[in-house]
């Protein structure tokens, strides 16, 4: 399925029904509806009803202003181990209530499984060879000086856009409380809290003396949520929303949430450590032989996580859970004000992480390479009024539908050079599919014994059942999964003469995946 979603009569419904709420006045657009409502009665259109009521959401509220606000929460660093995705330990309450209201996409992934690439493509609405940015260093600008970002796209039609704390990249924790890597273009306003997670660094763990953030480090202390970056930057949100409330200013809002934890360093109140207690956490060990049939390109180790004993890996693990824990109150604190200043109703909600993370998983930490856990992400959407809150679609998602998706859901026409596709119809109908193969890349950050100069670049895609990829176009090494028979990846398929078939329809599937990618 491809770009004729933009056809669907749920996306065409939502831009009918915001141009006649632009034209006429509340009584006759009322009427309007009841007659479109009852032509579809009469014709027997249940898909154009539906469609309908799923955008009527677009004109809550009096005024006439009929544009939906939107909170996108953008969260940093954080894997699937939510309760809303069936985690059995992790205490999420504010996620999973937001899940209830909302769909939960279960395969949702990252274009680039690092904070930079992954966030300025999100944000452009381009694939990550396409922005230039494959690495933390990079800035989309210099290839696309006047591209019009997401948030950038909603002030052009109306809104006011407000950023906190991290939506493009920082160099975290150092450049908390400054603007990081921002784009100044892409904001009305901005706000940079910051916390004892960035002000108290030496009292941090860390595998690596002095380096907090590109290894691991933990801290778990006595103190309230708001001393943490992430709840002071849930309350100066909280703040702008009060200060921008549509009943002050005329206007909707477009604020950009962006939570620091949990990316390490995971400094985390002692209250949400003690959710996890030590001898309840089962650390995933690498299992002997399991890396024997993987590329070395593929191997994204860091210094000294192999050597991590079981204490430490539980230790480590309970404050990254505590981060979690922490960042979620601060969701909940959100969404209690949309309910308090009467705007959950007129409010699309956005939550989502930058890429996934390991916890130990083929005897990796954290991020950057292709396996399932890095790439795939937590992503979930509420829309006032969607018929199908609560449910789950297992459609084949990327972060770059973020920018298409919000635009039809507020009535915005979609720049021309966005590649993703419009989540709409999957909202609606969540059995929908809108592509075969979702896309991921990245550098390699392994060793590779005998290559000398810049890393080769690895591409993924995953289907329903498959994961295919190839380390600079198979030159370093290939990769097939089988998630059916073999959920963990422990068994490389690439090489085997069985599955000889199925690769050569995988590696036929990676091309005409990069014609739109690259």
């Known amino acids: 399925m491809g770009r004729e979603n933009s056809h669907h009569p749920c996306v065409s419904a939502i831009h009918f029904l915001l141009q006649i709420h632009a034209v006429f006045e509340p009584q006759t657009l009322f009427n309007s509806i009841c007659f479109i409502y009852f032509f579809g009665m009469f014709f027997r259109n249940h898909n ?77 609405g381009l694939y990550p060879e396409q922005t230039g940015v494959l690495s933390n260093a990079g800035d989309f600008r210099r290839l696309h000086p006047g591209i019009i970002t997401l948030s950038q796209h909603f002030m052009n039609n109306g809104y006011f ?124 060990m690498e299992k002997p032989g399991d890396r024997d049939d993987i590329p070395s390109a593929a191997l994204a180790d860091r210094a000294h996580q192999r050597e991590l004993t079981l204490s430490q890996r539980r230790e480590i693990i309970q404050a990254y859970y505590a981060s979690i824990s922490l960042m979620d109150a601060s969701v909940g604190k959100l969404l209690d004000a949309l309910d308090r200043l009467k705007l959950a109703a007129n409010t699309i909600v956005v939550f989502f992480s930058d890429h996934g993370y390991h916890l130990g998983q083929h005897g990796l930490w954290q991020k950057s390479d292709l396996f399932e856990g890095s790439a795939r992400v937590p992503l979930i959407l509420s829309v006032p009024g969607m018929k199908n809150a609560g449910r789950d679609s297992e459609s084949l998602v990327e972060l770059i ?30 059995q929908l599919k809108v592509r075969q193969a979702a896309f991921t890349v990245s550098n390699a950050r392994g060793k590779i014994p005998g290559h000398k100069g810049r890393k080769p670049l690895g591409r993924t895609i995953r289907t329903n059942r498959y994961r295919y990829t190839e380390w600079d176009d198979g030159k370093y090494g290939l990769e097939l999964y089988d998630y059916q028979t073999d959920p963990n990846e422990y068994t490389n398929l690439a090489k085997r003469d069985s599955d000889k078939k199925l690769l050569k329809q995988m590696q036929s599937l990676m091309q005409s995946t990069r014609e739109h990618t690259r």
Request: net charge positive; proline share 9%.
């Open 48 to 124: 154009f009803l539906r469609a309908v009521a799923f955008a009527f959401f677009c004109l809550a509220g009096s005024g006439p202003v009929a544009k939906p606000n939107v909170l996108f929460i953008a969260v940093d660093d954080l894997n699937n181990d939510l309760g809303c995705y069936g985690h059995p330990l992790v205490q999420s309450p504010n996620i999973d209530r937001l899940a209830r209201r909302g769909m939960r996409f279960d395969r949702a992934y990252c274009q680039y499984p690092v904070c930079n690439p992954s966030r300025a493509s999100l944000m452009t």
């Open 161 to 284: 856009a407000v950023r906190v704390g991290k939506i493009y990249h920082y160099g975290v924790p150092l450049q908390i409380g400054t603007d990081g890597k921002d784009d100044p273009s892409s904001w009305n306003t901005v706000a940079n809290p910051i916390g004892i997670d960035r002000t108290e660094l030496e009292s941090v763990a860390t595998l690596q003396k002095g380096k907090y953030g590109g290894t691991l480090s933990w801290r778990i202390v006595e103190s309230r949520d708001e001393d943490h970056t992430d709840g002071k930057g849930a309350l100066k949100a909280i703040r702008l929303i009060e200060e921008h409330h549509r009943n002050k200013t005329g206007k909707p809002f477009f604020l950009a949430m962006g939570f620091f934890r949990p990316h390490t360093p995971y400094v985390a109140p002692a209250h949400y450590a003690k959710l996890y207690p030590l001898d309840k956490i089962d650390p995933v």
């Open 401 to 430: 539908d973020l920018y298409p998706t919000l635009a039809d859901l507020c009535g915005l026409p979609k720049p021309a050079h966005l590649k993703g596709q419009s989540l709409v119809p999957v909202m609606e109908e969540p």
